[in-house]
């Protein structure tokens, strides 16, 4: 697989990002050329897989490589989506990251050090949310600082902070039952940043809301990114959604899960999923996504017929 | 008005069955002492209350149970817990609980006069008996049928060891846990109503036993009324508060 994209908007040139997100870690000199990624080209990262593989036991005793020698590099402040079809490890990848599993080779490096474990520099948002029903949304948002320790007056002010910042202050006294698909996703939002990670890990967050409240949580993560600085790894099967969010996207195959190939997307932001142009770059993504899915389709149609 | 509407059809129909009670008593088809008007069920429960039998029968026996019942809930947390951690425990363990539990906790009274003799432990071991097994089971069910989602979600906030158990495993596995303990209450109830009954012990079910001793079916009656009363109160009171609590916090259909 050559990595050799051309068409605009899905470069091969990683530029200096046009908008003013991020926390202007990035160097203007040091952007990275997407060919040269996978070898260390001097740049911090804020978090580099360094040939990740996974390996399932299966209830039947056999083997799955799940994903199979993954490299990337993620640099500070950087938003990187990545797609790939279903089965092909993308959330697994987060939980790695996360450090709620070991990967049987390769190592997880957050700022050069060697993750073996959870910790609030990196906080997953998961498919799921997995908020507490049975706590406030106030007390989902305080939950994280409260383990850590953080004193009651500064958890208190980062709480009404962080509502504030996904416009949920007045409902810091519901149950999160009691609120929509779209505000519930918010408060795991408020939750993980109240922690104020580095890294927030993001497993498909918007894949079950409607088109408008994803069209404004986009926004919203957009705008929180920027003025938070921290660096986002957002896992999607939506790959206009992947293209008006990230810096760059990174394809995986379907099992076992490899980088297929990464792309730049050098559109400027704000950027909105109806433009033509994310509408183009997404085209030529779907093209080497394609190929994925029909081998995803295939594996469960076979396993249909077992 | 609904709520009223409520009061008034319970109000006919406990209103109904003390007339037929009363009527049955007049018509004197059986003789007093065997069947009881409802006015000399109420003296027996004025005396009973008046010469603080009653009074001491309810302590007394509240007191056990809660002693026991906080003894079970000790123990069957950590029971529970243990063998909900080990799939060793819980193939061969689990097993044996549950079977265990098909035996009614009065059976265990023989062996507890033998062990502490005609004692206070020997009443204590049969109600723990009878609500451990409730209790250890529904907190092994709490642990295994809870969503997985939570536990992962606790560590990724940094959540871990204790902090992990106590705000995290432990209030999402509450549903589960609550019905158990509901579950075992009932049971550890029963258990020391007929550990009572057994020997001169005070207590509620040693009351139910004077009456018969003494040929007195009014007091007897009384008495029965008092330990549906009691459990009424707690079943009704104590337990559906929590749990309807519970609902409200987690949604009417609770997620789990």
Known sequence: MTLNSSNFPVTEERKLPTHVGGNGRWKSGAAPNITTLRANDGAPSKVWLKGISLQYKASNGSRLLALDDISLQVKPGEFLCIVGPSGCGKSTLLHLIAGLHQPTSGTVLVDDHLIDGPGTDRILIFQELGLFPWLKVGENVEFGMKMNGVSKAERKDRVQHYLRLVHLSKFKDSYTHQLSGGMRQRVALARALATEPDVLLMDEPFAALDAQTRDLLHDELERIWSETGCTIIFVTHNVREAIRLGDRVALLTFRPGRVKREYAVDLPRPRHLEDPSVATAAREILNDLREEINKSIEAEYQGANV | MKRL?????????????????????????????????????????????????????????????????????????????????????QETMGGLLVSLQSLPSICWLPLAVLWFGLTEKAILFVVVMGSLLSITIAMEDGRNQMPKIYKMAGRNLGASGFKLFWYVLLPASLPFILSGLKQGWAFAWRSLISGEMIFVSLGLGQLLMTGRDLNDMSLVIAVMILIIAIGFIVDGLIFRTLEKRLQNKWGLTPAV
Do not use: C, E
Request: proline share 5%; glycine share 8%; net charge positive.
């Open chain 2, 5 to 89: 509407k409520k009061i008034a059809r319970h109000t006919i129909f406990y209103a109904a069955l003390i007339g037929i009670w009363a009527l049955l008593a007049r018509l004197k088809i059986w003789p007093p002492y065997v069947f009881p008007a409802p006015s000399s069920v109420l003296q027996s429960l004025r005396d009973g209350f008046a010469d603080h039998s009653f009074w001491i029968g309810i302590a007394v026996s509240m007191k056990r149970i809660l002693i026991g019942y906080a003894l079970s809930i000790v123990l069957g947390m950590i029971l529970g817990l243990g063998v909900a951690s080990n799939k060793f425990l």
